[in-house]
């Protein structure tokens, strides 16, 4: 999953809030989550399996925002 994925499913209105069940309006502070990290003579290597961001409600009053690694359970297909 990357960024692309949570920025298709906001403007395809597929990512709910769960707190006021209107589409979910934005995101901020989208960042990998590193698993490890190898640096050896001349070669490199980051391995990484998944994503950190806020996701932010933005729907009239409702102020729901949460920092999450599971964006993808707020999908809805």
Same mark, same amino acid.
């Given at each position: 999953?990357? $960024?692309? /994925?949570?920025? %298709?499913? !906001?403007?395809?209105?597929?990512? $709910?809030?769960?707190?006021?069940?209107?589409? !979910?309006?934005?995101? %901020?502070?989208?960042?990998?989550? !590193? %698993?490890?990290? *190898? %640096?050896?003579?001349?070669?490199?290597?980051?391995?990484?399996?998944?994503?950190?961001?806020? $996701? !932010?409600?933005?729907?009239?009053?409702?102020?729901?925002?949460?920092?999450?690694?599971? *964006? /993808?359970?707020?999908?809805?297909?």
């Amino acid at each position: 999953m990357s $960024l692309q /994925s949570i920025k %298709d499913a !906001i403007s395809q209105k597929k990512m $709910l809030c769960p707190e006021c069940k209107s589409p !979910i309006q934005k995101y %901020d502070k989208y960042a990998e989550t !590193i %698993d490890s990290v *190898w %640096d050896g003579f001349g070669d490199s290597h980051v391995e990484s399996r998944g994503s950190r961001v806020t $996701l !932010i409600c933005g729907n009239g009053k409702c102020k729901w925002q949460e920092r999450t690694e599971f *964006w /993808s359970q707020y999908i809805e297909e």
